[in-house]
């Protein structure tokens, strides 16, 4: 059974995709709006799908490979946040707390590869 931090991680992946889906409903219908809110939804979403096949990694150097595919899609949904907040598509809270969290889920992913890359040299 997973337990401890890692549950903790796999849940507060899973709560952003699901804010990033109802980002998503809730945003204007216009085709800018739109094509961005996308782009978070897809990169959103990735983040918790990676870490999950984290948990299943063969080895360190796999298990390297998906945390930091998640660590890109989680600087990728920091970016297109940014550009719907910059551009003034939507001002929501909901786009506030999603770029918390973003920027909270990229520090915690860069202090796990570290670790992991550490791991890595010391085996």
Do not use: C, H
């Amino acid at each position: 059974m997973i337990a401890g931090p890692t549950l903790e991680l796999l849940s507060r992946t899973k709560a952003f995709s699901v804010a990033a889906i109802r980002f998503y409903s809730q945003m204007p219908r216009d085709s800018a709006a739109q094509i961005l809110g996308r782009q978070v939804l897809r990169s959103a979403t990735s983040v918790g799908a990676q870490y999950r096949e984290a948990q299943r990694a063969k080895s360190i150097a796999d298990f390297l490979s998906k945390t930091e595919g998640a660590l890109q899609e989680i600087d990728e949904t920091g970016y297109w946040l940014e550009l719907i907040q910059d551009a003034g598509v939507d001002n929501s809270a909901l786009l506030t707390e999603l770029r918390t969290e973003a920027t909270e889920l990229l520090a915690i992913f860069v202090a796990l590869t570290r670790t992991a890359k550490l791991n890595k040299l010391r085996s």
